[in-house]
C-alpha cells in the first residue's frame, strides 16, 4: 500500500450554460431541472406552430445521449444546455470509470510508489483515429490526451458529418485498477476543422484544466 486514500469524486469549472447529468442516480430530476424545462423557450428560427414537435425531438434526443452515455458505463453526462439556436447539443463530454485488472503494469514497483506514470507513457502511445496521445496536466493530475476527427458512427441519424473528438485518460490515485476516462464531442459548425469548431475544443480543454480529485 502507498498510503494515498483514493479519492471518492472530482470538480469540474463548467462554463455557463452547460450543466451536469448524473448517470447512476437522480438522472431524471436532473434532466427535467436543468435540461427539459430550459426548452420552454423556443429558439429564433422554429416558427411557433412548430414548437411542440421541436420539444419533443429535444426531448428524444437528449435520451438517446443518455442512454449511449450508460451502456457506455458513463457516471457523468455534460451538455449545454442553454438553447441559442436550432442546433442542439453540437458539444457534449461523458466521464466514465475504467476498472481494470491487476497485471504488471497496475502493480506496485518497490518502495509502494504507484506505476501509473509508466501505464499513461505507454497508454500514450496508442493512436485514435489515426493520431497518438500525449502526456498533459488536467489541473494537477496527470493524464493522456488524445485529440482526432471521426466521421458518424450510425447512432445518431440526425448526424451525417464529421466530428472533432478529445479523450483524457486520468489515473485515480492510490487505486492502481481504476482509471477516469472523459470524452468530448463537438460538432462544432459541421466542419472539424474550422476555427469556430477548434475553439469549442479549446473551451472543454480549458475545463479541463479546473479538474480535482475530491
Known sequence: MNGVVPPGTYSLLLPPGWVRIPLRGGTREALDEKV?????????GVPRDQGMAYRLHVRRKVDRMVEEARRAGG??????????????MASSFLVSEIVRGEDDDGREVAGGEPRAELVLAR????RRAGDAGELRLAG???????????????SDPEVDA????????LAVPGDSGRWLAVSYSTAGDGDPDSAFTRTATDLFDAVMSTFQWS
Open 140 to 154: 494537477e493530475a496527470m493524464a493522456v490526451r488524445w485529440e482526432y476527427v471521426a466521421g458518424p458512427d450510425g
Open 75 to 88: 457516471l457523468d453526462l455534460y451538455v449545454p444546455a442553454r438553447v441559442r439556436s436550432r442546433t442542439l
Open 123 to 126: 497508454l500514450a502511445g496508442d
Open 162 to 169: 464529421s466530428s472533432r473528438h478529445v479523450d483524457y485518460v
Open 36 to 44: 427539459f424545462r430550459g426548452i420552454e423557450e423556443i429558439p429564433a
